[in-house]
């Protein structure tokens, strides 16, 4: 089992950037993808980016592509999304996501979730 912990979510105006953590643990941690979903009110959780452990598979989706980087700090079990030209539409619940089929949207373990506020 792999333990999440994310960090970094805040307010923002439209326009400007947050960079989100996620601190992995665990002895499986080496051998998954992690990646980041969000929930938004009155909506269901959705996927928003991955990376395999060792970088060399990355997905996003469509609605964050050229926006939003996902990148991993394999010495400290730490990945990041750095979000730019955020807007108000991003506004939500991010949570950090690990398994073996992040890539395919699919998680197996979670993080507590970190709120992420665009103010327009």
């Known amino acids: 089992q792999v333990q999440l912990v994310e960090s970094g979510g805040g307010l923002v105006q439209a326009g400007g950037s947050l960079r989100l953590s996620c601190a992995a643990s665990g002895r499986t941690v080496s051998s998954i993808a992690i990646g980041w979903f969000r929930q938004a009110p009155g909506k269901g959780r959705e996927f928003v980016a991955a990376?395999?452990?060792?970088?060399?598979?990355?997905r996003y989706a469509d609605s964050v592509k050229g926006r939003f980087t996902i990148s991993r700090d394999s010495a400290e079990n730490t990945v990041y999304l750095q979000m730019n030209s955020l807007k108000p539409e991003d506004t939500a619940v991010y949570y950090c996501a690990g398994g073996m089929l992040v890539l395919a949207g699919i998680a197996q373990s979670w993080g507590q979730g970190t709120q992420v506020t665009v103010s327009s």
């Open positions: 990376i395999s452990w060792s970088g060399g598979s990355i």
